[in-house]
């Protein structure tokens, strides 16, 4: 038995939450890690290092470039052969592709799964995490997305895979990436921070976000945003942590403003430890926070800043 | 921002005629250019209902739960009735599948501007797999050339079906949404991704799912509500479109997820940066 993991990689370097899916690929066999685009050398070299990938398998070509769905979709069908199960984390590039590939070999895919309880059964959340289903797959192929905040990523070093050419793939023309507007930040990404501190609509502005940044420095903290504040127009939607947005599970969540309701608690309640700071003492966010603090945010803010400061 | 529209007793005529097919070449071909949109809709828990897990462990209470249209849904019925009424379209066909009653959430799609609704009837469950087939099935049937889904429902979060209806079509997709901009032959998308916005360019016909930015869905007038009413649902079965609807996925259980415990309250600022540094050691 032996799992395909499709990764996510920028500049040559593996994403976390592929890191995690390799973790739950453990689990079932042995791993293979399949990196694709164009000039990925860098990428495949580092997939080899990942404890737990015994091979990895490049297709570096100008179709893959850009991760669009066709391509990636066609290339793993193409591999699947080989393998019983056909895995990537629950990204907005595994979300794309790993369906398509499900549809194409007659399986129903499994979605964001949170365990591994056997080769064909895997819990995974629903209803935005208010019920975890175990369910049990009869298809052949099994493919599945994994959810990253539930499986500890396998560290960047330590293994040692041989590394092969992919087979030519068939590559669709019926799409085209035309361009990308990612946001910058010098901050680290909300799926792999350590620590995220985020806003919601407790914030009343886009401005007063700028309240949170001193405090993200001083924690090397990525910066989140409840849904409610990402549709007030606060902060752009990939700020968004919740069921709708990212799911996250920090070492440290700071909730600042927010109410906490299910949606949001979805994306954040497997976090280590929880902060919360809301003047409404009622507000649900305090039912799952480690530590609550009542207070007004735009006095405790500043006053948290320097707390770190002095630190 | 949902807006769910309640049908509980709406007049359904599974008996009504499909439109005539004896239109002369000319206007089918117009059609053809003025392509169809098929918009999937599925009814689910409504968003607002804290759901619970049954105490047998076989899956959550829906019954006696308010159902609406699942949100993201919405959003693609909003986006195929701008696209008619921006001339691009000219027919808009809302689709559920599953029990009776979802001829309530295609009532609420006419409503919103849908032209007209087709059911698959079925009391067994449905997983995307089975319904990407029947929807393909219902595609070819009906020459539609744009399908939008929501990116996912909110009740089985599998987000699946789109992409899976995507690729058994063979067409391109454009998954997670907030733009589209349809010009000739092709469709210029803007997608949600994970670290801002991607745009790609896909080649008609294609399927789109929507992400909670593409649109803001209207509210259905009164006079349009009565106007739904009187709008053609055609009824099927699964066995119609030749798809074998078993579920491949068994439910073993289900359970509620671990909770969390409560902490404490701190007094002050300096206290809890005291207990984050000194307690729980996180900073």
């Known amino acids: 038995m032996t799992a395909l993991v499709l990764i996510d990689h920028e500049a040559g370097a593996i994403k976390q939450p592929s890191r995690s899916a390799i973790a739950a690929a453990a689990q079932l066999g042995e791993v293979h890690a399949l990196v694709a685009g164009s000039g990925v050398q860098a990428a495949a070299d580092a997939a080899a290092k990942l404890p737990g990938v015994t091979k990895v398998i490049l297709a570096d070509a100008p179709a893959y470039a850009n991760a669009l769905a066709e391509p990636l979709a066609a290339l793993l069908v193409a591999l699947a052969p080989a393998y019983s199960h056909l895995m990537a984390a629950t990204t907005a590039n595994g979300k794309n592709v790993m369906p398509r590939v499900a549809a194409l070999l007659d399986s129903q895919p499994i979605s964001d799964i949170a365990a591994v309880v056997d080769a064909d059964t895997f819990v995974r959340p629903i209803y935005a995490g208010n019920a975890m289903a175990t369910v049990k797959s009869s298809d052949a192929k099994k493919v599945i997305t994994v959810r990253a905040a539930s499986f500890d990523p396998v560290a960047s070093e330590g293994g040692s895979a041989s590394i092969e050419a992919a087979p030519a793939a068939d590559a669709p023309a019926t799409s085209r990436w035309l361009s990308a507007e990612l946001s910058k930040s010098e901050r680290p990404e909300l799926t792999a921070a350590r620590v995220v501190v985020s806003g919601g609509r407790g914030m009343q502005s886009g401005d007063n976000f700028k309240l949170i940044d001193p405090i993200a420095d001083k924690l090397g903290a990525a910066v989140g945003a409840s849904r409610a504040a990402v549709d007030a127009g606060f902060v752009p939607n990939d700020f968004q942590v919740g069921q709708t947005g990212k799911i996250v599970a920090p070492e440290l969540y700071i909730a600042i403003g927010i109410s906490g309701a299910i949606q949001h608690l979805a994306g954040m309640k497997d976090s280590k430890v929880i902060v919360a700071i809301n003047k409404d003492e009622e507000a649900p966010i305090f039912q799952v926070a480690d530590y609550g603090l009542v207070a007004d945010l735009f006095v405790a803010l500043p006053e948290l800043a320097a707390e770190l400061e002095r630190g | ?283």
Not at chain 2, 13 to 30: K, M, N
Not at chain 2, 56 to 73: I, L, Q, R, Y
Not at chain 2, 191 to 198: I, M, S
Not at chain 2, 240 to 250: E, K, S, W
């Open chain 2, 1 to 283: 921002m949902f807006r769910p529209v309640n049908f509980a007793g709406a007049n359904v005529r599974p008996e009504a005629c499909p439109p005539s097919v004896a239109d002369g070449p000319h206007i089918q071909e117009t059609a053809r250019q003025l392509m169809k949109i098929l918009v999937p809709v599925k009814r689910v828990v409504d968003y607002n209902v804290k759901v619970r897990v049954k105490s047998d462990g076989t899956g959550v209470e829906t019954a006696g739960v308010k159902m609406s249209m699942n949100p993201f849904d919405e959003i693609a019925v909003e986006e195929a009735v701008r696209l008619k009424e921006k001339g691009v379209a000219s027919e808009v066909i809302a689709v559920s599948l599953g029990v009776a009653a979802c001829q309530e959430t295609i009532r609420t799609a006419l409503a919103m501007g849908a032209d007209r609704g087709i059911l698959v009837e079925s009391d067994a469950e449905l997983q995307p797999l089975a319904v990407a087939k029947m929807l393909k099935a219902i595609v070819e049937k009906e020459d539609a050339r744009l399908v939008i889904l929501g990116k996912q429902a909110i009740d089985d979060d599998m987000s699946a079906t789109g992409q899976m209806l995507a690729a058994l079509l063979g067409w391109p997709q454009g998954t997670f949404a907030s733009k589209v901009t349809i010009e000739g032959g092709s469709m210029t998308v803007v997608r949600e991704v994970d670290g801002g916005l991607e745009t790609v360019v896909l080649t008609l016909p294609a399927i789109i799912t929507t992400d909670l930015r593409l649109n803001e869905p209207r509210y259905a007038s009164l006079p349009n509500i009565m106007k739904a009413r009187k709008k053609t649902i055609d009824t099927m079965k699964p066995a119609d479109l030749g798809v074998d609807p078993a579920p491949r996925l068994t439910v073993v259980k289900v359970e509620e997820p671990a909770k969390r415990q409560a902490g404490r309250k701190v007094a002050s600022v300096a206290e809890l940066v005291d207990k984050l540094r000194n307690e729980a050691k996180v900073i």
